[in-house]
């Protein structure tokens, strides 16, 4: 009995889930938020600012996934001489996007993941390049036909360690969290 109940449970959940997907969505958001976008974005990883931009591609797959890259700038806060600095590098990303359809025309969920590469700086690491994943969810706002905010919130893996300063600290890994705006063309 507590199977069946369960599993109807599940059913009439996903059902709703569905409905008000379908039923929200409108065609003209969805034209517009499906084309190609750029962004910027201010963030954190781990410890590390990062400040960046992005370039969606137009979604595929009935509207359901699409291309991201992006490039940041990112600040390692580290001692150097008994004081705190900190020193810039940079990371790419390039990732598959999953949306979900827009819900009440101007909210949109989505879940993203891909390969990082970290260009660090020679001031704290002997390594030019380091590959790594990501992956994160997000939300994006829509606040007009083409432009739109959001958040996001995931983890990054490199297993980066600044073996140029003392105790080696793990940088670029760990926590991720973001917000900007794309605008859509």
Same mark, same amino acid.
């Given at each position: %009995?507590?199977?069946?109940?369960?599993?109807?449970?599940?059913?009439?959940?996903?059902? %709703?889930?569905?409905?008000?997907?379908?039923?929200?969505?409108? #065609? #003209? =958001?969805?034209?517009?938020?499906?084309?190609?976008?750029?962004?910027?974005?201010?963030?954190?990883?781990?410890? #590390?600012?990062?400040?960046?931009? *992005?370039?969606?591609?137009?979604?595929?797959?009935?509207?359901? %996934? +699409?291309? &991201?890259?992006?490039?940041?700038?990112?600040?390692?806060? !580290?001692?150097? &001489?008994?004081?705190?600095?900190?020193?810039?590098?940079? !990371?790419?990303?390039?990732?598959?996007?999953?949306?979900?359809?827009?819900?009440?025309? +101007?909210? &949109?969920?989505?879940?993203?993941?891909?390969?990082?590469?970290?260009?660090?700086?020679?001031?704290? *690491?002997?390594?030019?390049?380091?590959?790594?994943?990501?992956? !994160?969810?997000?939300?994006?706002?829509? %606040?007009? =036909?083409? +432009?739109?905010?959001?958040?996001?919130?995931?983890?990054?893996?490199?297993? +980066?360690?600044? =073996?140029?300063?003392?105790?080696?600290?793990?940088?670029?890994?760990?926590?991720?969290?973001?917000?900007?705006?794309?605008? *859509?063309?």
């Amino acid at each position: %009995m507590k199977n069946i109940v369960i599993r109807l449970l599940i059913l009439v959940v996903t059902g %709703m889930t569905w409905t008000s997907f379908t039923l929200y969505a409108k #065609d #003209d =958001d969805q034209k517009t938020a499906n084309g190609t976008s750029i962004g910027f974005f201010l963030g954190q990883i781990q410890r #590390d600012l990062h400040i960046g931009a *992005s370039v969606t591609s137009p979604a595929f797959l009935n509207g359901a %996934m +699409a291309v &991201r890259a992006n490039f940041a700038l990112a600040y390692f806060e !580290h001692i150097v &001489r008994e004081r705190t600095t900190w020193t810039p590098y940079h !990371h790419g990303r390039i990732g598959i996007v999953g949306y979900s359809t827009i819900i009440a025309g +101007a909210i &949109r969920c989505y879940g993203e993941g891909g390969l990082i590469l970290l260009f660090p700086s020679t001031e704290f *690491s002997e390594k030019s390049v380091i590959p790594g994943g990501y992956g !994160h969810f997000g939300f994006e706002f829509l %606040m007009s =036909d083409h +432009a739109r905010y959001f958040l996001e919130i995931g983890g990054t893996g490199t297993g +980066a360690t600044a =073996d140029r300063v003392p105790t080696k600290p793990l940088y670029s890994n760990g926590f991720v969290v973001a917000a900007g705006m794309r605008f *859509s063309f």
